[in-house]
Antibody
């Protein structure tokens, strides 16, 4: 059974760096073609794709946020980490990680973790 | 950057009726278009990938069509559990990038 779980702080202050961890089971990020994405959703708003990392350690980022994002993986721990710098109240959202396999769309999602940016 | 426009923003129908949701891309996305369903408080669920392929476990009443810039998600006969928000999403394969539409809320009439 494939599962993903997001973890990280529920509250961050403006200008701080957010670090989120996606811990997954039921698949390996060393499998050819495997990818994991991060997606966020502000309250009452639409989904926004943030970043993707693939089995070959290639990384892809949202054009509008690429200067603030870093995605990385620890294959031995079955984890993908997303950092976002210079947090702002507009970054308040639920953050999801999702698997992209075998198709490149997001076939299995975590339940999400809510992050509030406030002083 | 490709923009996806979904219509209508809200669709009010009754169980048993047919639902037709539209997604239009600002430029061609070939067939790299997916549809997701999201219920309140839940993560999205992949329904359709590559414009017309149902994801694993998705009922046959859900179907997708289109290519290029115009796409449609059809629910042939609405069940009570189908009332939710639906998002379309396009991807580019190189570099890998994704864009979502703003969503269509399917509500009970």
């Amino acid at each position: 059974q494939v599962t993903l779980r997001e973890s990280g702080p529920a509250l961050v202050k403006p200008t701080q760096t957010l670090t989120l961890t996606c811990t997954f089971s039921g698949f390996s990020l060393s499998t050819s073609g495997m990818c994991v994405s991060w997606v966020r959703q502000p309250p009452g708003k639409a989904l926004e794709w943030l970043a993707l990392i693939d089995w070959d350690d290639d990384k892809y980022y949202s054009t509008s946020l690429k200067t603030r994002l870093t995605i990385s993986k620890d294959t031995s721990k079955n984890q993908v980490v997303l950092t976002m710098t210079n947090m702002d109240p507009v970054d308040t959202a639920t953050y999801y990680c999702a698997r992209n396999f075998p198709v490149l769309d997001m076939d299995v999602w975590g339940k999400g973790t809510t992050v509030t940016v406030s002083s | 950057e490709i923009v996806l426009t979904q219509s209508p923003a809200t669709l009010s129908l009754s169980p048993g009726e047919r639902a037709t949701l539209s997604c239009r891309a600002s430029q061609s996305v070939s067939s790299y278009l997916a549809w997701y369903q999201q219920k309140p408080g839940q993560a999205p669920r992949l329904l359709i990938y590559d414009a017309s392929n149902r994801a694993t476990g998705i009922p046959a009443r859900f179907s997708g069509s289109g290519s290029g810039t115009d796409f449609t998600l059809t629910i042939s006969s609405l069940e009570p559990e189908d009332f939710a928000v639906y998002y379309c999403q396009q991807r580019s394969n190189w570099p890998k990038m994704y864009t979502f539409g703003q969503g269509t809320k399917l509500e009970i009439k």
